[in-house]
């Protein structure tokens, strides 16, 4: 059975009206003149599906378990694609070599179900080459953060059975630069994230190849001088692409406006980093290790340091930071000229 969608276009706002059909779209009418008497509300909009490059979880479901199975794989798809979002890059997070294999290990055996495999164009490996700074590592565990390894990369992207598409590392701890050249060479994308790098090393890891800053402006410390620091000189770095987390509790509306436009759209991706807590109801959860609590506002933050301001990924819907009208930290106000040119 067919049905129609009528909605405002995201990007020119023009009314269009897709027809559906078993789950497809069989055409996309731009003109809406003549007796087209669909009705919808008026704050309806139109956009192509959304891409996550960072899931830690969702829907009840950590990725990080060590024991992902593919119903649980499945369940994470589709409670996703409820949500907008039809591609996402599983993320595994710091911890041991053993329990890192065992996470990628399970996805990748997940992923041999090519339903599973056509929503995840790749495995996002964040850790465990990080700073051990507070602040910097963020929720990461300190006792499994390590120095760069090239043998152990490669051996968890054998687990992963060469899924692994994107690394996101600290530039200066010792061994990063060489690592970053390798990865990089090997096709898999480098981000810089949880760091506390100096200038040099930022121009280092972007000269060896880095493409990205993992959620810039946060898994940083809470104070940092004003004109020297990581987070300017990433965003200045025009060879550089960054996520942002724009759940309204990561950055401030005003910080998001001025990294956004700093970076451009073009270069921004907005990403979710959401835990197994995401779609979810608030309250107190234990993922893996760690145990966090989700206030009624979506804020996710460690069971033991609530009130401390450093959080524990999110508890993001991915499309509730863009949507139009609904006013931050829901999304933006309509208003809101990212680009910064008109
Ligand atoms: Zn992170």
């Known amino acids: ?44 909009w139109l956009a192509p599906a959304l891409f996550d490059i960072q899931v830690n979880g969702f ?7 060590g024991r992902t199975t593919p119903e649980e794989m499945e369940q994470v798809i589709m409670k996703l694609r409820e949500k907008g ?26 992923c041999r179900n090519s339903k599973i495999a056509e929503a995840i164009p790749a495995l996002h490996m964040e850790g465990p080459y990080i700073s051990p700074q507070e ?15 090239w043998d152990e990369f490669q051996r968890l992207q054998e687990c992963a059975q060469g899924l692994i598409g994107m690394l996101t590392l600290a530039p ?83 910080v998001v406006k001025c990294l956004v436009r700093g970076k451009g759209v073009s270069r921004s991706i907005l990403t979710s980093d959401a835990i197994a807590a ?15 609590v989700v206030s009624p506002e979506l804020r996710v933050e460690r069971a033991n340091s609530t009130g401390s301001g450093y959080l524990a990924g999110s508890a993001l819907d991915l499309v509730r930071g863009v949507e139009p009208g609904r006013g931050y930290p829901h999304g933006f106000p309509e208003s809101c000229d990212l680009d910064g040119d008109s």
């Not at 595994?92 to 290990?105: P, Q, V, W």
């Not at 995401?278 to 959860?285: E, L, N, T």
């Open 278 to 292: 995401a779609g979810m109801p608030p309250g107190r959860y234990r993922i893996g290790d760690l145990e966090v």
């Open 135 to 149: 602040g910097p590592r963020g929720a990461h565990p300190l006792q499994h953060i390590r120095t760069p390894s």
């Open 59 to 65: 829907a009840g479901v950590d990725l990080n378990s």
């Open 85 to 110: 979002v039809a591609l996402f890059c599983p993320t595994i997070i710091t911890n041991s070599f053993e329990h890192m294999a065992a996470c990628f290990r399970a996805i990748a055996q997940a």
């Open 172 to 254: 200066e701890v010792d061994g990063a630069i060489p690592l970053v050249e390798k990865v990089v060479e090997s096709g898999v994308a480098v981000a810089i994230g949880h760091t506390a790098a100096g200038v040099k090393d930022i121009q280092a890891a972007i000269s060896a190849g880095a493409k990205c800053s993992t959620h810039l402006g946060n898994g940083s410390h809470a104070l940092i001088p004003r004109h020297d620091n990581y987070i300017w000189e990433q965003l200045a770095a025009d060879q550089l692409w960054a996520s942002f987390i724009v759940d309204g509790h990561h950055l401030p509306p005003s």
């Open 1 to 44: 059975m067919s049905f129609k969608v009528k909605g405002k276009i995201v990007g020119s706002g023009e009314l269009a009206v897709v027809e559906m059909e078993k789950g497809f779209i069989q055409s996309v009418q731009y003109s809406l003149a003549g007796s087209e008497r669909i009705t919808c509300p008026d704050d309806l």
